[in-house]
């Protein structure tokens, strides 16, 4: 590498701008990242909507920094994106949240769509599954049970009809 190309990197490097750290702006909720600037004692906040934005900044950027900054912001989407169980309710419904909306939905519907809800963890999936499976078991066994006393009855009425034919032949 020659003296030229040497003096000319140190004093013009390809990347201006370092990441010196960010925050989260408490008015808009979201982060803001603070840039040392190259050579001078300044220090820039950028949005990461500025840096998208701007193919000048991108270019200016060291692009291990964008990495980082990309890497925050997925794992801040993924997260507003996540839905909770915010709140159980009876008959097997759950009050669902994410940052932006909360719905009611019952157990049977989640487990049926589950597709609708990849976002929840997968924790609450299976005690919203364990308890669904439960409620339908019991009402399950309550139907069983009422269709077993019903042809129990059913069985005592067709034996009594057949003890008083057999006893009114007898007295005949």
């Not at 009855?153 to 032949?169: A, G, M, Q």
């Amino acid at each position: 590498m020659s003296l030229k190309k040497w003096a000319s990197s140190i004093f013009n490097p390809p990347y201006q701008l370092t990441l010196s750290e960010k925050m989260v702006s408490e008015l808009s909720n979201e982060t803001i990242y603070i840039f040392k600037q190259y050579g001078s004692h300044d220090y820039i906040k950028i949005t990461y909507n500025d840096i998208v934005g701007s193919s000048s900044i991108m270019q200016a950027i060291n692009p291990k920094n964008l990495m980082d900054i990309h890497l925050n912001e997925y794992i801040l989407k993924k997260e507003l994106d996540s839905y909770r169980i915010k709140e159980v309710l009876r008959n097997n419904l759950y009050k669902i949240s994410n940052n932006a909306t909360e719905e009611i939905y019952s157990g049977e519907h989640i487990c049926k769509n589950i597709d609708m809800f990849d976002n929840i963890s997968v924790s609450d999936i299976f005690k919203i599954a364990y308890t669904s499976g439960f409620n339908k078991g019991r009402r399950i066994s309550i139907e069983i049970n009422e269709l077993v006393n019903e042809s129990k009855e059913e069985i005592k009425e067709i034996n009594s009809e057949n003890v008083t034919y057999l006893d009114n032949k007898y007295i005949r």
